[in-house]
C-alpha cells in the first residue's frame, strides 16, 4: 500500500511543480539555516572532557574582597599565586594542578634557523592524569620533577612535527626560553575546545594549539613570567616576577579532580576552612566567599558559548518555524484542491486512516526532498560562515554524519507536522458533497 | 468598493487566512529584530578609534635569551636595545614616524586600571574612573595621529623607561577628554594632579586629547571605551612593539622591509606571521565577529522575506484558481479587470496589516525577550514601523502576479462548468 502511495504522491507533486518546488525549498532554506547555526552552536557549547568533566572542579577565592567583586558578587575567576600555591601544597583534592600561560621562545640547540615563539602552559605533573591527556611518545613527568624544579618538557606533536621530524624526541633537548630542556612526552593530538583548564587567557576558544609543557615550579624559578591575562585590585607593593607572586593579582588557572559528592563537599569545606585561616591571620577581612564548580557549571558561569551564537541559532529556528507555517498554507492549498479525488476514493470505501497515510506521505516526500536539498545547503552554509566567523568559532564548526542525519530527520518530521494540519481538513471531505457538486 | 464581501469571502478560508496572517506576523517580528541586530553591528564597527589609521603597521617581536628584566643592568639592556631597533626604524626612508607602544585600539592586549582624585584608593572601588593606559615616547602622539585639545604634547625629557613589573608610577600623562571631563567637569584638567591604580604619589594632567579608543572590544570595554591614559614611558620587557606611520604610499614597502631589518640589527628574536600587521587587518580582525552577525543576520532576513512572499504568491494562485468561476461571473455582470485586481490587492492588504500589526507586538516581544537574556538595546520604534510598512509592501508585491492573472480571466468562464 505503501508504495502506491507514494506514487500517487509522485503524480502529484509532479502536477504542480511550482508549489511542490517552494515548498521543498523553504523547508530547505529553513532546515539548513538551523543546522548551520546549530553546527556552531554545537561546536562551541560542547562539553570538552565528556567522561570526566562533572569530576573536574575549579576552586575561586575571594582575595579581593567586596570592592573586588563583579557585580553579581562573584570572586575573580582566577587565583593568585600565594593562594594556588597554598592548595597545591595542602593537595587535598585526588589529583590536582595549578597553571599559568607562557610563550617562550623555541628552538633545537645549535639549529642555524630563527627561534619560534610557542604557547604552552606551566602545569605539575598530575595535570597530565588528571585531564587524560594522550600521550604518541613518552609521558608527563614524575612527581620529584615538581619538586626539584627539573628542566623537562611535555611538548605537542605539532612542535615534535617541526622539531624533531616527527620522530620519537624522548629524552632529546630542546632549548627554551635560552635553558636546556629534556623531552620527557610528545602528546598525540589534544586540542580540547572549549579550552576548560584556561578560560581565564583564551575566553573559551583557542586557534592556537599548546606547544610545551613544563613544570610549573620551573617555571617560577627561572622567572619565566605569565602570558595570559593579569588581574590586579592593586598594584603589586613590590617590583618583578617575585612583586607579582606576592601580591594579591590573579594570573593562575586551577584545577581539581575530586570522584564523589563526599570529596566534593569535603574540598568546599576545606577552602571555607582556608578562607577562614587566612581571615584570621588578617590577610582577609571578609567572610569567605568561595567557589567549587564542576567543569560544565565553570564554563557556564564565563559565559563561554558567545552570545552571538545563541541568537544566531534562535533566529535560524525562528526561520524553520516560519517556513513550516509556509508549508502548511502550501500544503493546505495542495490537498484541498484534489477534494473531488478525495471525496471519490472515499466514496469507495477508503476509511479516514488511509487518506490521512496517503497524504502525510506526500508530506514526509516533500520532506525528505528539503532535507536533501537542506544538507546542500547546510554544506554550503557550514562552509560559508567559517568565511564570516571569527577564526577560533569558525575552525571548530564541521560537518558531519550526526549533523547530515540530523537535518535529513529534522526536515522530514517537520514536514510531515506541517503536513498534519492540512491532512486532518483533507480527511474531513465530505463524499456526498463533492460529487454531486461535480 | 466596499470591504464587506471581502470578508465574507475571507471567512470561507480562515485557515489559509490565518496561515499568511501568522507568517506575516512572525516574519515581521524576526525581520525587525535582525535588522536592529544588523543596525547596532554596523555601528559598532564604524565607531572611530581616534587616530589616523592609514599608513598606520605595528610591529611585534620578542628577544630570545635577553634579561629578564627584574634588576636594573637587565632594564638598561632592554631599553638599549630597544633603542636600537628605533632609531633603525625611524632611520628607514619609507617610514615617516614611529614610537614603541603597548597596544593599540582593537588590538586584543590591553593594560586598564583606575585614576582616582584620592591617594591610595583600591582600584575597582566605585566612583574611580577606569582607564586603559598606552606607554609610548614623545612620538607616540604624532605617529598615532591624535589631536591634542588642550596642554601640550610630551617631550624627550618626560620620558622614562622601566620594567614590565615595576609599578611607578609617571609624573605626568595626557588623558583623553572623556576622562578630564568626567574628573574636572567644566574646568580644565591641564595642571591638575590625580592618582593611578591606588597610587599615593600624585600624577599631573599635562595634556588633553579629543579621542583614544581603548584597545579591545569586548562588551566589558562598553563602560570606558574612550577613557585612555597616555604615559611617557618606555616598557622593558622580552618583548616589544613599535607603531610605525609610513609615508603615503610606501606602506606596503616598509612593511616588506622589517622583518630582515630587525633580523639584521639582532637576529636573537623570534618573528612570526603576525609580527607585522597593518592597521586595517587589526580593524577586520577585531569586528570580524560583528560583520559575520551581520551577514548572517542579512541572509536570514532575505531567506524569510523570500519565502513569505513566494508562501503569499503560492496561496492567493491557488485562491485565484478555486474562484475562477466567481471571478467569471463578477466579470460578465459588468466588473472591470482593475477591480478585481483591486479586491486580491485589497484582500492581502486586509490579512498583511492584521499580521503586521500582531508581528509588532511580536517584534517588541521578541525584542524584551532577547534584552532580557542578552546584551541587547531595546529596538527603536521606527525600526518596527519601517518592518510594518516593509511586509505590508511585500504582501502587496506578491499578490500581484496571482492577483494580474485573476484580472484575466475572461468573463466567458462563467458560462463554463467546473
Redesign the interface.
Same mark, same amino acid.
Given at each position: 500500500m505503501f508504495s502506491y502511495y507514494l506514487e500517487l504522491a509522485l503524480r502529484s507533486l509532479k502536477r504542480s511543480p511550482?508549489?511542490t518546488l517552494?515548498m521543498v525549498?523553504?523547508i530547505g532554506?529553513?532546515v539548513s539555516?538551523s543546522m548551520t547555526?546549530y553546527s556552531v552552536f554545537r561546536a562551541v557549547s560542547g562539553d570538552p572532557i565528556p567522561w570526566k568533566s562533572s569530576q573536574l572542579f575549579v576552586p575561586q577565592i575571594d582575595m579581593?574582597g567586596p570592592?573586588?567583586r563583579s557585580a553579581d558578587g562573584e570572586p575573580p575567576n582566577a587565583l593568585d599565586y600565594v593562594d594556588a600555591v597554598a592548595l597545591m601544597r595542602d593537595h587535598r583534592a585526588k589529583l590536582q594542578s595549578a597553571s599559568y600561560r607562557i610563550?617562550p621562545?623555541v628552538?633545537v640547540p645549535g639549529s642555524r634557523r630563527?627561534? $619560534? /615563539?610557542v604557547s604552552g602552559h606551566a602545569v605539575y605533573s598530575e595535570f597530565f592524569p588528571m585531564l587524560d591527556v594522550p600521550f604518541q611518545y613518552g609521558s608527563g613527568w614524575a612527581v620529584d620533577a615538581d619538586t626539584n624544579q627539573a628542566a623537562v618538557v611535555v611538548i605537542s606533536g605539532k612542535l615534535n612535527q617541526e622539531m624533531f621530524d616527527g620522530k620519537n624526541s624522548v629524552g632529546k633537548t630542546l632549548d627554551i626560553?635560552?635553558k636546556d630542556y629534556q623531552v620527557v612526552g610528545v602528546l598525540a593530538k589534544w586540542d580540547p575546545q572549549p579550552r576548560f583548564y584556561d578560560v581565564v587567557d583564551t575566553g573559551g576558544f583557542d586557534t592556537n594549539s599548546d606547544d610545551v609543557f613544563i613544570p610549573f615550579t620551573r617555571a617560577i624559578a627561572v622567572?619565566l613570567?605569565n602570558a595570559g591575562n593579569t588581574s590586579?585590585?592593586?598594584?603589586?607593593a613590590e617590583?618583578?616576577?617575585?612583586?607579582?607572586q606576592r601580591s594579591t593579582c590573579t594570573w593562575i588557572e586551577y584545577m581539581a579532580e575530586l570522584d564523589s559528592a563526599a570529596a566534593v563537599q569535603k574540598y568546599r569545606d576545606y577552602l571555607n576552612g582556608y578562607a577562614l585561616a587566612q581571615k584570621n591571620a588578617g590577610r582577609f577581612n571578609w567572610s569567605p566567599n568561595n567557589r567549587l564548580r564542576d567543569v560544565p557549571a565553570f564554563l557556564d558561569s564565563q559565559h563561554v558559548v558567545?552570545?552571538?551564537t545563541?541568537? /544566531?541559532l534562535?533566529?535560524?529556528l525562528?526561520?524553520l $518555524?516560519?517556513?513550516l507555517?509556509?508549508t502548511?498554507?502550501?500544503l493546505?492549498?495542495?490537498f484541498l484542491?484534489r477534494s473531488s479525488e478525495i471525496g471519490v476514493r472515499r466514496a469507495l470505501g477508503a476509511p479516514q486512516a488511509a487518506i490521512y497515510a496517503q497524504f502525510l506521505t506526500e508530506a514526509g516526500i516533500v520532506g525528505l526532498a528539503g532535507g536533501v536539498v537542506g544538507l546542500v545547503f547546510t554544506g554550503v552554509g557550514v562552509f560559508s560562515?567559517g568565511l564570516?566567523?571569527?577564526?577560533d $568559532?569558525a575552525a571548530l564548526a564541521h560537518v558531519n554524519f550526526s549533523l547530515l542525519l540530523l537535518t535529513l530527520v529534522i526536515a522530514v518530521v517537520s514536514a510531515v507536522l506541517a503536513g498534519l494540519?492540512p491532512t486532518f481538513?483533507a480527511s474531513r471531505v465530505q463524499p456526498a458533497w463533492q460529487l454531486k457538486s461535480? | 468598493m466596499t470591504t464587506h464581501p471581502i470578508l465574507a469571502a475571507l471567512r470561507k478560508h480562515k485557515?489559509?487566512v490565518v496561515?499568511?496572517a501568522?507568517?506575516i506576523a512572525? !516574519?515581521l517580528?524576526?525581520v525587525c529584530?535582525?535588522i536592529f541586530?544588523i543596525g547596532q553591528r554596523i555601528e559598532r564597527v564604524h565607531r572611530v578609534t581616534g587616530i589616523d589609521e592609514s599608513n598606520l603597521f605595528l610591529v611585534t617581536q620578542?628577544w630570545?635569551?635577553a634579561p629578564?628584566g627584574?634588576d636594573a643592568a637587565g632594564v638598561a639592556k632592554l631599553d638599549n636595545m630597544q633603542r636600537e631597533d628605533l632609531a633603525a626604524l625611524r632611520n628607514l626612508p619609507d617610514v615617516a614616524s614611529v614610537a614603541p607602544i603597548n597596544s593599540l585600539p582593537l588590538l586584543n592586549s590591553s593594560w586598564n586600571g583606575a585614576i582616582s582624585l584620592k591617594p591610595g584608593s583600591?582600584?575597582?572601588?566605585?566612583g574611580n574612573t577606569r582607564t586603559t593606559f598606552y606607554f609610548g615616547d614623545e612620538q607616540m602622539l604624532s605617529t598615532l595621529g591624535v589631536r591634542l585639545v588642550a596642554g601640550r604634547a610630551f617631550t624627550v625629557a618626560d620620558v622614562q623607561h622601566r %620594567?614590565?613589573?615595576?609599578? !611607578?608610577e609617571p609624573t605626568v600623562v595626557i588623558v583623553t577628554k572623556p576622562i578630564a571631563d568626567k574628573l574636572f567637569p567644566g574646568g580644565s584638567a591641564v595642571g591638575k594632579a590625580m592618582y593611578l591604580?591606588? %597610587?599615593t604619589v600624585p600624577t599631573t594632567i599635562i595634556g588633553v586629547i579629543e579621542r583614544l579608543q581603548v584597545p579591545g572590544t569586548g562588551s566589558w570595554t562598553n563602560t570606558f571605551a574612550y577613557n585612555a591614559t597616555l604615559e611617557p614611558l618606555r616598557i622593558d620587557a622580552n618583548y616589544s612593539r613599535y607603531v610605525v606611520r609610513a609615508k603615503p604610499g610606501r606602506m606596503e614597502a616598509a612593511m616588506k622591509a622589517m622583518p630582515s631589518l630587525l633580523?639584521k640589527i639582532n637576529?636573537?628574536?623570534?618573528?612570526?606571521d603576525d609580527s607585522v600587521k597593518s592597521f586595517a587587518d587589526i580593524r577586520a580582525a577585531a569586528y570580524?565577529?560583528d560583520?559575520?552577525?551581520a551577514?548572517?543576520?542579512g541572509?536570514?532576513c532575505l531567506?524569510?522575506l523570500?519565502? !513569505?512572499a513566494?508562501?503569499i504568491v503560492?496561496?492567493t494562485s491557488?485562491?485565484v484558481?478555486?474562484r475562477h468561476r466567481q471571478i467569471g461571473v463578477r466579470r460578465a455582470l459588468g466588473a472591470r479587470k482593475i477591480d478585481i485586481l483591486h479586491y486580491f490587492q485589497i484582500e492581502n492588504l486586509m490579512i498583511a496589516g492584521a499580521g503586521a500589526l500582531i508581528g509588532v507586538a511580536l517584534a517588541v516581544g521578541l525584542n524584551a525577550w532577547?534584552m532580557k537574556?542578552?546584551?541587547?538595546d531595546r529596538i527603536p520604534v521606527v525600526y518596527v514601523l519601517v518592518g510594518l510598512v516593509a511586509l505590508v509592501a511585500l504582501g502587496q508585491a506578491a499578490v500581484f502576479v496571482p492577483a494580474r492573472r485573476a484580472s484575466n480571466v475572461s468573463p466567458i468562464e462563467a458560462t463554463r462548468a467546473?
Open positions: 511550482g508549489l517552494l525549498l523553504a532554506f529553513g539555516a547555526t579581593w570592592d573586588g610563550a621562545p628552538q630563527h627561534p $619560534i /615563539s626560553h635560552g622567572n613570567s590586579c585590585n592593586s598594584n603589586p617590583p618583578g616576577f617575585v612583586g607579582m558567545p552570545s552571538d545563541k541568537v /544566531s534562535m533566529v535560524a525562528g526561520l $518555524i516560519v517556513c507555517v509556509n502548511v498554507g502550501l493546505l492549498a495542495k484542491r560562515v564570516v566567523l571569527p577564526k $568559532i494540519y481538513r461535480n | 485557515a489559509g496561515l499568511i501568522l507568517q512572525l !516574519t517580528a524576526i529584530n535582525a541586530i620578542q630570545v635569551g629578564d627584574d583600591e582600584m575597582r572601588k566605585g %620594567s614590565m613589573h615595576d609599578q !611607578t591604580d591606588g %597610587s633580523y637576529p636573537m628574536r623570534v618573528l612570526d570580524r565577529a560583520v559575520g552577525m551577514i548572517l543576520m541572509v536570514v531567506v524569510l523570500g519565502v !513569505t513566494a508562501g503560492g496561496l491557488f485562491w484558481g478555486q532577547l537574556h542578552f546584551e541587547m467546473v
